[in-house]
């Protein structure tokens, strides 16, 4: 009789978190949020890996970065020079691991000719965000691109004195351009720079692209991630802010800390944001 009832018991629980989890992804479905993993987050480790990771953690989108190795049985380093019968691997790979390839980055090529090539390679690859910090000879050519292409190119913000550090050489770096152009969000990277980012996401309000999302210990240029929710980069404030805006797009968690067991904390973050979600 004990055992029956724990059985009735477990299979409640696991009732009840399918529909929590349901109601969250109806949720974000419904204010077209993605949440994904940049692959950077697992970087010890191959891309093959870091998918298996990623689905341990409940993540279905990925953002991956230039020069991890493929793994999984191919050849080579994710690149966005790689050859077609490569990248068809790679699309493969994903499809057999259950993964979306949505964002790409952060990629800075250096001439016309590359800007091109990199274009070209998101648009066979299905990617609908360029993550990069471009230089500004090339900012007309990208947004000619943006929209021959339809693919966003989301400027990143590393810490200052990084060039794009302060959203408003984001704002300057789009102004009159393809409303494809915008920011990467990258809300740790402000709070390490002395800013706030909620101020921030207002101040885009409209160029927002995508982010990367994290959460930090303190507001000192040396802070490391922490589980959403527990640190000071005000999640719930930046998520509502994002909910005014009428945001959509690709939350992109960044995890840089513990990198060789870090899963627990990125699905214990996965698990805080569809709960915020949820609430919304």
């Known amino acids: 009789m004990k055992k029956l009832r724990n059985a009735f018991l477990l299979a409640g629980l696991v009732m009840a978190l399918f529909a929590k989890t349901t109601l969250a992804q109806s949720r974000a479905d419904a ?9 950077w987050t697992f970087n010890h480790f191959t891309l093959a890996e870091a998918l298996d990771k990623m689905d341990s953690c409940g993540i279905m989108y990925v953002e991956a970065f230039p020069g991890q190795t493929i793994g999984g049985g191919i050849e080579g380093k994710f690149e966005y020079t790689m050859p077609p019968s490569q990248q068809e ?5 994903f499809k057999k691991k259950h993964k979306v390839l ?5 990629v ?16 066979r690859m299905g990617i609908q965000v360029i993550t990069s910090e471009p230089q500004e000879e090339y900012l007309d050519l990208i947004s000619s691109l943006c929209d021959q292409y339809q693919i966003k190119l989301a400027i990143h913000d590393h810490p200052k004195p990084s060039k794009y550090w302060n959203p408003d050489a984001v704002l300057a770096a789009v102004k009159n351009r393809s409303k494809l152009m915008g920011a990467c969000a990258d809300i740790g990277h402000w709070v390490r720079s002395g800013l706030d980012p909620v101020e921030c996401i207002k101040k885009l309000d409209g160029r927002v692209m995508s982010l990367h999302f ?3 210990n303190n507001k000192t240029p ?31 968690a960044e995890y840089e800390y513990n990198w060789d067991n870090s899963v627990p904390e990125v699905k214990a973050s996965a698990a805080y944001w569809r709960t915020m979600v949820s609430n919304l």
Request: hydrophobic share 45%; proline share 1%; charged share 25%.
């Open 31 to 39: 204010l077209g949020w993605k949440l994904g993993a940049q692959a």
């Open 89 to 93: 691997k790679v699309k493969a790979l």
């Open 102 to 106: 949505v964002a790409f980055g952060v």
């Open 108 to 123: 800075v090529p250096g001439s016309e000719a590359e800007w091109r090539t990199l274009f070209d390679f998101a648009n």
């Open 214 to 216: 994290k959460d930090l």
């Open 222 to 252: 040396d802070s490391h991630d922490v589980v959403w929710g527990n640190g000071v980069c005000q999640i719930s404030k930046v998520l509502e802010t994002l909910k005014a805006q009428k945001f959509k797009g690709l939350f992109s």
